[in-house]
């Protein structure tokens, strides 16, 4: 499964935000929460450093 990148998730959400989707709109809401949770994991991963792994304290 190919996994989207930080620009295509936020290009996603816009989408969504344009689209004036919520979180209570059925199978799109869904896709939205989806996205949001993608969206944060994938910041968090990109903004870690290399130093965040030692000593064994890296979340990957």
């Avoid at 896709?31 to 944060?40: I, K, V, W």
Wanted: glycine fraction near 6%; charge should be negative.
């Amino acid at each position: 499964m190919n996994d989207f990148t930080l620009d295509e998730l936020k290009a996603l959400l816009n989408v969504f935000e344009k689209a004036a989707v919520n979180q209570q709109d059925g199978l799109a809401g869904e896709l939205l929460e989806r996205l949001q949770q993608s969206h944060a994991a994938r910041e968090e991963l990109e903004s870690m450093d290399f130093d965040d792994c030692l000593g064994g304290a890296c979340k990957l």
